[in-house]
C-alpha cells in the first residue's frame, strides 16, 4: 500500500463511513444475550478490511474479504434468526465493506452512498410507517408505472425525427406521458400534504412551467374521478397559465430582445390577469378540506396520458406538413396550429426567426400572440374533454381572460 496522504485520507474516509453506518446499527445493536451480532467496532472493522483489500490485493483478495464476511453474517445470521428475522444488519455489513473498498478509488462517491445508507437504516420507523400506513396499495401501484415509464421505457425510447416530414418523435412523444403522469402524481401528493384546497392549486402552478395543457388535462382527469374536488382541481389549472406567461417571457428574453420588447406590456398584462383568475378561484373554493381517504383512487390515468401524447402528436404532424406547404407565407397560420400543441414552442420558433433576420419583429409578435391564442383553444378542448362541462365553465373563463388581456396590451402598447 502506498504511505503517501492520499492513501491515508481514503483510508480516514472508509473509516468514517464504517463508523457512521456502525453507529446507527450499534443504538438498534440490543443488549445482553439477544443483542445484534455487530456494532460500531465491527462495521469500522470491516470497512478499514474492503479499503485494506483494494489497496494491498486485487479483485480476488476483494472477493475473499467479501465472502468471509458473508460466512460470519450468515452464522450470526442463523444464531440470531428467533429474535430478528430481518437482514438488514447482515446486507449493511456486506456492503459496509464494498463501500470502504470504493472509499480507495472513489472516496466522495463512497462517502454519499454512506450517507444515504445510513440515513435509510436511520429512517426505518418513519419508512415502514409510510408504506404500510400512508401509501395505499393503489399508490404503490401507480407509483411502480410512473418509475417504469420513466426509468425503462423512456430511455428506450428513440430519440430521433421518423416518419413523415421527420415530424414524429417516439422520445418526445413518450416524455409528453412522463409528463402527464408526473403532474397527476404531483398533484396527489401536494393535495395529500397540503389538503385539497391548496395542494391542487400549488401542484397546478409548478407543473404549469413544464406544460400548462398537460397540467390542465391532467387536473381535469383529476376531477372527473373526484367530483367533490372539482373546484380545487380548477384553481390549480387557471394558475397553470401564470406559469405559461412566465415562462414565454424568459424564452423571448433568451432568443430576441427586440420580440421581447414588443410584448413586454402583453405579457404582463396576460401575466396579471391569468394570476387574478387563479387567486380568485382558490378563494372561491372557501375552507380547507379534509385530507382526502385512503381509498380515493388512482393518482393520474394512463389512458388520458396516452390520449393526450396522442393528440399533441398529431397536431405537430399537421404542424410540419403545413409549413411544408405554404413556407415562409404561411408563418402566421402555422404558427397558429403549432401554437394548438405548445405555445412555448412558437414563441421560441418566431422569435429566433426573428432574431436572425428572417422575418421583422413585429410578425414575429403576432405570430406568438396567435399562438398563445391558438393554445387557449388547444385547454378549452382538453379542459372538456378531460374534466367534463362542469370542470371546463371553472377553467375556460380564466384562460380567456389571460388571452383578452395579451391582445388589450398589444393594442395599447
Same mark, same amino acid.
Given at each position: 500500500?502506498? +504511505? #503517501?496522504?492520499?492513501?491515508?485520507?481514503?483510508? %480516514?474516509?472508509?473509516?468514517?463511513?464504517?463508523?457512521?453506518?456502525?453507529?446507527?446499527?450499534?443504538?438498534?445493536?440490543?443488549?445482553?444475550?439477544?443483542?445484534?451480532?455487530?456494532?460500531?467496532?465491527? /462495521?469500522?472493522?470491516?470497512?478499514?478490511?474492503? =479499503?485494506? !483489500?483494494?489497496? *494491498?490485493? #486485487?479483485?480476488?483478495?476483494?472477493?475473499?474479504?467479501?465472502?468471509?464476511?458473508?460466512? /460470519?453474517?450468515?452464522?450470526?445470521? +442463523?444464531?440470531? %434468526?428467533?429474535?430478528?428475522?430481518?437482514?438488514?444488519?447482515?446486507?449493511?455489513?456486506?456492503?459496509?465493506?464494498?463501500?470502504?473498498?470504493?472509499?480507495?478509488?472513489?472516496?466522495?462517491? =463512497?462517502?454519499?452512498?454512506?450517507?444515504?445508507?445510513?440515513?435509510?437504516?436511520? @429512517?426505518?420507523?418513519?419508512?415502514?410507517?409510510?408504506?404500510?400506513?400512508?401509501?395505499?396499495?393503489?399508490?404503490?401501484?401507480?407509483?411502480? *408505472?410512473?418509475?417504469?415509464?420513466?426509468?425503462?421505457?423512456? &430511455?428506450?425510447?428513440?430519440?430521433?425525427?421518423?416518419? &413523415?416530414?421527420?415530424?414524429?418523435? &417516439?422520445?418526445?412523444?413518450? $416524455?409528453?406521458?412522463?409528463?402527464?403522469?408526473?403532474?397527476?402524481?404531483?398533484?396527489?401528493?401536494?393535495?395529500?400534504?397540503?389538503?385539497?384546497?391548496?395542494?391542487?392549486?400549488?401542484?397546478?402552478?409548478?407543473?404549469?412551467?413544464?406544460?400548462?395543457?398537460?397540467?390542465?388535462?391532467?387536473?381535469?382527469?383529476?376531477?372527473?374521478?373526484?367530483?367533490?374536488?372539482?373546484? !380545487?382541481?380548477?384553481?390549480?389549472?387557471?394558475?397553470?397559465? *401564470?406559469?405559461? *406567461?412566465?415562462?414565454?417571457?424568459?424564452?423571448?428574453?433568451? $432568443? !430576441?430582445?427586440?420580440?421581447?420588447?414588443?410584448?413586454?406590456?402583453?405579457?404582463?398584462?396576460?401575466? /396579471?390577469?391569468? /394570476?387574478?383568475?387563479?387567486?380568485?378561484? $382558490?378563494?372561491?373554493?372557501?375552507?380547507?378540506?379534509?385530507?382526502?381517504?385512503?381509498?380515493?383512487?388512482?393518482?393520474?390515468?394512463? @389512458?388520458?396520458?396516452?390520449?393526450?401524447?396522442?393528440?399533441?402528436?398529431?397536431?405537430?404532424?399537421?404542424? %410540419?406538413?403545413?409549413? #411544408?406547404?405554404?413556407?415562409?407565407?404561411?408563418?402566421?397560420?402555422?404558427?397558429?396550429?403549432?401554437?394548438?400543441?405548445?405555445?412555448?414552442?412558437?414563441?421560441?420558433?418566431?422569435?429566433?426567426?426573428? @432574431?436572425?433576420?428572417?422575418?421583422?419583429?413585429?410578425? %414575429?409578435?403576432?405570430?406568438?400572440?396567435?399562438?398563445?391564442? =391558438?393554445?387557449?383553444? !388547444?385547454?378549452?378542448?382538453?379542459?372538456? +374533454?378531460?374534466?367534463?362541462?362542469?370542470?371546463?365553465?371553472?377553467?375556460? &373563463?380564466?384562460?380567456?381572460?389571460?388571452?383578452?388581456?395579451?391582445?388589450?396590451?398589444?393594442? =395599447?402598447?
Amino acid at each position: 500500500m502506498l +504511505a #503517501d496522504e492520499q492513501s491515508w485520507i481514503r483510508l %480516514a474516509v472508509a473509516l468514517g463511513i464504517g463508523l457512521m453506518i456502525g453507529a446507527e446499527r450499534e443504538r438498534r445493536k440490543g443488549m445482553g444475550a439477544a443483542r445484534a451480532p455487530a456494532g460500531i467496532r465491527t /462495521f469500522a472493522a470491516v470497512s478499514l478490511l474492503g =479499503a485494506v !483489500s483494494a489497496s *494491498v490485493g #486485487d479483485m480476488l483478495l476483494l472477493a475473499i474479504s467479501a465472502a468471509s464476511v458473508a460466512a /460470519f453474517s450468515a452464522i450470526a445470521y +442463523a444464531r440470531t %434468526a428467533r429474535q430478528d428475522p430481518g437482514l438488514t444488519t447482515e446486507i449493511a455489513l456486506l456492503l459496509t465493506l464494498l463501500l470502504g473498498a470504493m472509499a480507495m478509488h472513489e472516496p466522495a462517491q =463512497a462517502a454519499g452512498l454512506a450517507a444515504t445508507v445510513a440515513l435509510l437504516l436511520a @429512517a426505518r420507523e418513519r419508512i415502514h410507517h409510510f408504506v404500510r400506513r400512508v401509501l395505499t396499495e393503489q399508490e404503490l401501484n401507480d407509483a411502480l *408505472v410512473l418509475a417504469a415509464a420513466t426509468l425503462v421505457i423512456l &430511455p428506450l425510447a428513440p430519440d430521433r425525427h421518423l416518419g &413523415p416530414y421527420a415530424a414524429l418523435n &417516439p422520445h418526445n412523444a413518450w $416524455t409528453v406521458v412522463v409528463l402527464m403522469l408526473a403532474i397527476g402524481a404531483a398533484g396527489h401528493v401536494a393535495m395529500r400534504l397540503l389538503g385539497s384546497r391548496l395542494g391542487l392549486a400549488a401542484a397546478g402552478f409548478a407543473s404549469g412551467f413544464v406544460s400548462s395543457t398537460a397540467t390542465i388535462g391532467s387536473m381535469g382527469a383529476y376531477a372527473r374521478r373526484n367530483p367533490e374536488l372539482l373546484r !380545487s382541481a380548477a384553481s390549480g389549472a387557471v394558475l397553470s397559465s *401564470v406559469a405559461t *406567461v412566465v415562462q414565454m417571457t424568459m424564452i423571448l428574453a433568451v $432568443t !430576441s430582445l427586440d420580440v421581447l420588447k414588443l410584448l413586454l406590456l402583453p405579457m404582463a398584462c396576460a401575466g /396579471f390577469a391569468a /394570476f387574478a383568475a387563479g387567486v380568485l378561484s $382558490t378563494l372561491r373554493n372557501g375552507g380547507p378540506a379534509e385530507p382526502p381517504k385512503k381509498d380515493e383512487g388512482r393518482a393520474f390515468s394512463l @389512458a388520458s396520458a396516452l390520449l393526450f401524447a396522442a393528440l399533441i402528436t398529431g397536431v405537430t404532424l399537421l404542424s %410540419a406538413a403545413l409549413v #411544408d406547404w405554404l413556407g415562409r407565407q404561411g408563418l402566421l397560420f402555422a404558427a397558429t396550429l403549432t401554437g394548438l400543441a405548445d405555445a412555448h414552442a412558437t414563441a421560441a420558433s418566431a422569435a429566433s426567426l426573428a @432574431a436572425g433576420g428572417g422575418i421583422a419583429a413585429e410578425d %414575429a409578435a403576432i405570430a406568438v400572440l396567435l399562438g398563445l391564442s =391558438a393554445n387557449s383553444l !388547444s385547454k378549452t378542448v382538453v379542459a372538456l +374533454a378531460s374534466g367534463g362541462g362542469r370542470y371546463a365553465l371553472q377553467v375556460v &373563463p380564466g384562460v380567456a381572460m389571460t388571452v383578452a388581456a395579451a391582445w388589450l396590451g398589444w393594442l =395599447a402598447g
